[in-house]
């Protein structure tokens, strides 16, 4: 199965272009393993330091096709008032192709524009829902018009990357325009941008992840002018909603919608997402918000905001705002790849106001999306030797759900051994049974029987199972994502004691390969047993994820040592212990999923 990784570049420090040539800014060059449809996504900050240096900059992929282009003329002074995000999905064939940023002082400027944080980022996405229109539509009534429409019926409940990007144009210096995205007739945000003038072209962008059921549901852009205006434009219009889970995108996300002021200097943080990593990994960060002011309260650039990485104590985004009319909302979009430990991580949205106080000053519909691409990450596996006697045991006692969901994949040396177990009880082993090796689950405390695969288990094959047990006794086996076996007599009440993986006493030790072991608080659908196995562990099924142990805590080669040194991924902590060092080898799911 051929992958192709994400791919990302940045230009972070300060240019400066006073010519009405093209510079670019950064580029983004690469070639996809096989053809691929790409979310691409750009975004800088922009300066123009005096009255009339008009801006422009845009993305062209393969130095022919402009897929976002923002044209501004701001009398603001030596201040970052323009952000420019954009936001597609293109199809791109295997072979090299680049993606750029440039920019240059606008057709009728004078001066110089600068150019901050430049950032080009491209997603490999396999399904999708979009709608999209790239032309001119004019806006002509001061009631909400819709200019673009998604409607699309999920095959079953998921959680959504929703993006809806168009670009506005004033017709002339009176003219105000409100844009909004909905979601099922539900506000995702709201934009209401002063007048401009005629040349500018100004972003809208916003974005989410909504879960959505599998009914059907629509998403829109709509857009009004202020009451007796006229003569506002729209272009590049899309809509785009990506299933995270079937494009092997893993998140953690926060937000606060409810619009908020803070009208003093200092910096309040709207919304916070705190998380701690599983693994060292590479993060891609989506923030969005809408900010506003009211410019009664002076001429001064009135309100700041920034997204803000506490980690390294460094802004990753900044915006400085002066507004024109006091209904003025502007939406802002903007990303950020960082490469991350596994220690807690915290990211923040502020908003404050300048040197005039504006009390209007304020920040709403602010979230926080830190992606990352589930097919990457150190990966390895835990090789047992029986002849050494090998295995894991827990620190602390473990006491089984009633309700129960026990996964792991499985590459074994030899049959007739122990797989995971409660100690005396609660256990799953491969069994000699005859000539031939079979699953067999006892999930159970003594007073129940056991069930046994029909699919037979091979030495030196790569098997993914999944054993599940109700309170009321139902039992399910579960291989390479397919029901194999059921039963009703798995009763009994499991108590607490020692978790062993690859040891009972008297049984023989485990002699093989074995990752991503999950025990889930609930019996998981056949649905989510059958997404386990066909992303190979890359799924984001948490939803009662008590305990997982990946085996990443340490790399090819190195030995499993120490108390508690393997780590338990899942919401409970426990940790385990090693016996006879079983040895950290390059993992199974990794070799697979790249093959």
């Known amino acids: 199965m051929a992958t192709n990784p994400w791919q990302y570049n940045q230009s972070e420090g300060v240019s400066t272009n006073s010519t009405n040539t093209y510079s670019e800014k950064v580029n983004l060059t690469f070639t996809p393993n096989v053809q691929s449809d790409y979310l691409i996504l750009g975004g800088a900050e922009l300066a123009s330091p005096a009255a009339d240096d008009d801006g422009d900059v845009r993305v062209q992929i393969d130095n022919t096709t402009t897929i976002g282009n923002l044209i501004f003329e701001r009398d603001e002074g030596d201040v970052y008032s323009n952000n420019f995000t954009v936001a597609d999905i293109r199809t791109l064939d295997a072979t090299q192709h680049n993606i750029d940023m440039d920019w240059r002082?606008?057709?009728?400027?004078?001066?110089a524009v600068s150019i901050r944080r430049g950032r080009l980022m491209a997603i490999p996405v396999s399904s999708y829902e979009s709608e999209v229109t790239e032309g001119d539509q004019t806006v002509s009534s001061d009631t909400y018009t819709t200019f673009e429409t998604l409607t699309f019926t999920p095959s079953a409940t998921a959680d959504y990357l929703i993006i809806a990007f168009c670009e506005s144009n004033h017709g002339g210096t009176t003219e105000s325009l409100y844009i909004r995205c909905q979601i099922d007739s539900t506000d995702v945000v709201e934009k209401i941008r002063e007048a401009q003038d005629v040349l500018d072209w100004y972003p809208f962008f916003t974005c989410d992840i909504r879960s959505l059921d599998n009914s059907s549901h629509t998403i829109t852009i709509q857009a009004a002018l202020t009451t007796g205006q006229a003569n506002c434009t729209l272009r590049r219009c899309r809509i785009f909603a990506i299933p995270v889970v079937a494009n092997n995108i893993g998140y953690h996300r926060a937000v606060s919608e409810s619009y908020t002021t803070n009208g003093t200097t200092t910096p309040s943080n709207k919304t916070t997402l705190t998380w701690t990593p599983s693994e060292p990994r590479d993060y891609y960060f989506l923030a969005t918000y809408k900010?506003?002011?009211d410019a009664s309260q002076g001429t001064d650039y009135n309100t700041y905001t920034d997204f803000y990485d506490n980690n390294a104590t460094a802004a990753l985004n900044e915006r400085q705002?002066?507004?024109e009319t006091d209904i003025d909302r502007h939406t802002t979009g903007n990303f950020?790849?960082?490469s991350l430990t596994d220690e807690s991580q915290t990211r923040y949205l502020r908003q404050w106001s300048g040197s005039l106080a504006d009390p209007d000053g304020g920040m709403g519909n602010a979230r926080i999306l830190?992606?990352?691409?589930?097919?990457?990450?150190?990966?390895?596996?835990?090789?047992?030797r029986a002849a050494s006697d090998e295995y894991l045991a827990s620190v602390s006692s473990f006491t089984p759900p009633a309700n129960c969901s026990v996964a792991f994949w499985m590459y074994a040396r030899s049959t007739d051994s122990i797989i995971i177990t409660r100690e005396a009880a609660w256990q799953i082993y491969l069994d000699f049974d005859g000539a031939v090796g079979r699953i067999e689950s006892e999930l159970h405390l003594g007073t129940g029987g056991s069930l046994k695969s029909n699919t037979v288990i091979?030495?030196?094959h790569l098997y993914h199972v999944v054993c599940t047990r109700a309170s009321g006794g139902n039992a399910a086996i579960y291989i390479n994502g397919a029901s194999d076996n059921t039963n009703t007599d798995h009763d009994g009440s499991?108590?607490?004691g020692t978790l062993n993986?690859?040891?009972?006493?008297?049984?023989?030790?485990?002699?093989?390969?074995i990752d991503d072991v999950r025990i889930y608080n609930r019996v998981i659908s056949a649905a989510e047993v059958k997404t386990i196995y066909e992303t190979f562990g890359c799924d984001g099924i948490a939803d009662g994820l008590i305990h997982r142990w990946t085996f990443n805590e340490e790399e090819e080669g190195d030995t499993a040592s120490g108390v508690g040194s393997v780590k338990d991924r899942g919401t409970s902590g426990l940790n385990m212990t090693a016996t006879n060092t079983p040895e950290y080898r390059a993992s199974i799911l990794k070799i697979r999923r790249f093959a």
């Open 336 to 338: 950020k790849k960082q």
């Open 370 to 384: 830190a992606l990352y691409d589930t097919n990457v990450g150190e990966w390895y596996g835990i090789r047992f």
């Open 321 to 323: 705002l002066g507004f």
């Open 291 to 293: 900010v506003g002011g």
């Open 494 to 496: 499991p108590s607490a």
């Open 458 to 460: 091979h030495p030196g």
């Open 105 to 111: 002082r606008g057709p009728t400027g004078t001066g």
């Open 501 to 513: 993986i690859g040891f009972r006493t008297g049984l023989n030790y485990y002699n093989g390969f």
